[in-house]
Nanobody, 118 residues
Framework: QVQLVESGGGLVQAGGSLRLSCVAS????????MAWYHQAPGKQRELVAS?????????ADSVKGRFTISRANTNAKTPLYLQMTGLKSEDTGVYYC??????????WGQGTQVTVSS
């Protein structure tokens, strides 16, 4: 079983920055992809950014140029980060860390709340 714990959320003014972190623990096998998802109030959870074990990244169009996903190395237990800059009110919501095979998520964190005030 894999446990994911996110941190770093909070309240920030529009245009500000936050860095989210996700730490994985447990029996980490068959984890080739880690990602951040965003769930705005009343909406479905959507992919924000992902990174494969080889370091390939993918971003939603809405965050390209503003958010950066990173890991220090390919070890799945290395913290996963999401650097968010130029935050907008529409970025408000809960951010979830997900892990699993490429293209899928088998494990979810509990989420961290990000609130952007305008």
């Amino acid at each position: 079983q894999v446990q994911l714990v996110e941190s770093g959320g909070g309240l920030v003014q529009a245009g500000g920055s936050l860095r989210l972190s996700c730490v994985a623990s447990g029996r980490i096998i068959r984890i080739n992809n880690m990602a951040w998802y965003h769930q705005a109030p009343g909406k479905q959870r959507e992919l924000v950014a992902s990174i494969t074990s080889s370091g390939s990244t993918n971003y939603a169009d809405s965050v390209k140029g503003r958010f950066t996903i990173s890991r220090a190395n390919t070890n799945a237990k290395t913290p996963l980060y999401l650097q968010m800059t130029g935050l907008k009110s529409e970025d408000t919501g809960v951010y979830y860390c997900g892990a699993g095979p490429i293209g899928g998520v088998n494990y979810w964190g509990q989420g961290t709340q990000v609130t952007v005030s305008s």
